[in-house]
């Protein structure tokens, strides 16, 4: 899943990288980086359109999911 590219890194990140801890305020949620930008394919969702994320997380609840740049905070 997890694949090389560019990432368009928002001030709000402050410079996320891979093994940071983050606050996904989307999700209210903590996790680590454990991936930088991929591409969720639709058929594994059942929907019409592939998703495409800027960092692949490992959240507090045991998920991996995509997140979006401006959704995350880097915990300091």
Known sequence: MAGSGMTTIAPKVG????GNMVHDY????????????FVEPAKERGASHDLKWEWLVLYEDGDLQGADTNDLQVIT
């Not at 410079?15 to 891979?18: F, H, K, P, Q, S």
């Open 15 to 18: 410079g996320c990288e891979l």
């Open 26 to 37: 989307g999700l209210g949620m903590n996790g680590i980086v454990v991936g930088d930008a």
